[in-house]
């Protein structure tokens, strides 16, 4: 094991999430019942599934399931397939999305699953047999009013549409009553621009601080650690905006160039091989030069725990946009804080994909039909207004971007812990 993987070892999501809520806890200055009360989870469970597979072998698969908070909405989460998950690491997720859900607004607690398979390493037959085993198995734990799930690392909206047959299907109906899953295919329910909304939500937020920090857009250097998904969305929206991707690499490797990368080629590049290696008109580069790279803005949309105390020095954006969930350990953000490093926290930066998941929610419950351009003006409206509460809050308080937002997102958890009264 490397000294950077015993690092990320160490500072797992869920450390990282209870450090962040031990220090919000001790400046809103909670009492140890109440503290206790909302630091939870609700409920962890672990499921033994042993999905037949199509050779007939039964296989044997952990998978976790957390319901953090619910109290001001069921809880909210996507499911995320990886070898190395732990109970641990979807509690940590839980407990983060407690707090984006109520930093972005939305009538949702946190909730997390986790099932442990590589999804590179099976077929989508297979990967079908066990989204289905996992939804029987965690059928008494997923519904509207109780756990809504949606997709993660390692999932996608077809594993969504087959978790939604799953349900619908075991209980006689054509379809399922009132909304159990978000990130679905638009033709079962989906939303318009959900994929993206994530992503998206990254660049509202990285306009939002270039506007209060008064840097233009046009010609920004960015880099982007973790071209999936989100980190390729985030790069190709901000590059429609005169932003140059200066640097940027997966789970299998790094190119960069200093005149610009193409984020759309380089995203159907690494569709059509696997990774960015061989990238026309970019150089490869250890993947650690992302993080390092000369760039004004970094945005982490990998996984948790990359920048750390033995590479926050070496940072030389101005603006580091959290697109992954606690991409960020303790120890590193007190370095960034003190170098004057501006972070766009998780829980406000990578909102976008649950408030489109709300839209999702809402629109399912009502039968209606939303548009791409009803949807993307609400995110947008949504992600400035809410990274404007939260920077006017760090200002006014003197604290970082973090810690204003954790203090509001507790905050209004705490105020609906009281609001519903202490007693059970």
Known sequence: ?????????????????????????????????????????????????????????????????????????????????????????????????????????????????????????????????IIRSFTRGARRH??????????????????????????SYSEALSITDGCYVTGKPIILGGVAGRREATGKGVVYTILAMCEKMGMKVEGLRVAVQGFGNVGSVSAIEIAKRGAKIVAASDVTGAVANDDGLD?????????????????????????????????????PAATQSQITKNNAERVTAQIVAEGANAPTTPEADEI???????????????????????????QETQREQMTLEEVESRLAGRMTERFRDVFETSQREGLSMRDAAMNLGVQRVVDGVLARGLLP
């Open 263 to 299: 984020p759309v080629a380089l995203a159907a590049h690494i569709q059509k091989t696997g990774g960015p290696a061989g990238f026309v008109g970019a150089k490869a580069v250890e993947p650690s030069h992302v993080i390092e790279a000369d760039c004004d803005v970094l945005i």
């Open 142 to 167: 997923i519904g509207p009013e109780i756990y809504v799930p949606a997709p993660d690392m390692g999932t996608n909206e077809r594993d969504m549409a087959r978790i939604r047959d799953c349900i």
């Open 1 to 129: 094991m490397t000294a950077q993987q015993s690092q990320n070892q160490k500072h797992g999501i869920l450390q990282t999430a209870l450090h962040n809520f031990n220090e919000a806890a001790s400046r809103l200055k909670l009492d140890e019942g109440l503290k206790g009360k909302i630091l939870g989870p609700k409920e962890r469970i672990e499921l033994n599934l042993s999905p037949v597979m199509p050779d007939h072998r039964v296989v044997n698969i952990k998978a976790f399931v957390v319901r953090h908070n619910d109290v001001l909405g069921p809880a909210k989460g996507g499911i995320r397939m990886a070898s190395n998950v732990t109970l641990d690491d979807v509690t940590g997720l839980a407990m983060e999305m407690t707090w984006k859900t109520s930093v972005i607004g939305v009538p949702f607690g946190g909730g997390k699953s986790g099932i442990q398979v590589d999804p590179g390493t099976i077929s989508d037959e297979v990967k079908e047999i």
């Open 336 to 362: 960034l804080n003190r170098r004057g490093v501006h972070v766009i926290p998780d829980i406000l930066c990578n909102a976008g994909g649950v408030f489109v998941s709300y839209l999702e929610y809402t």
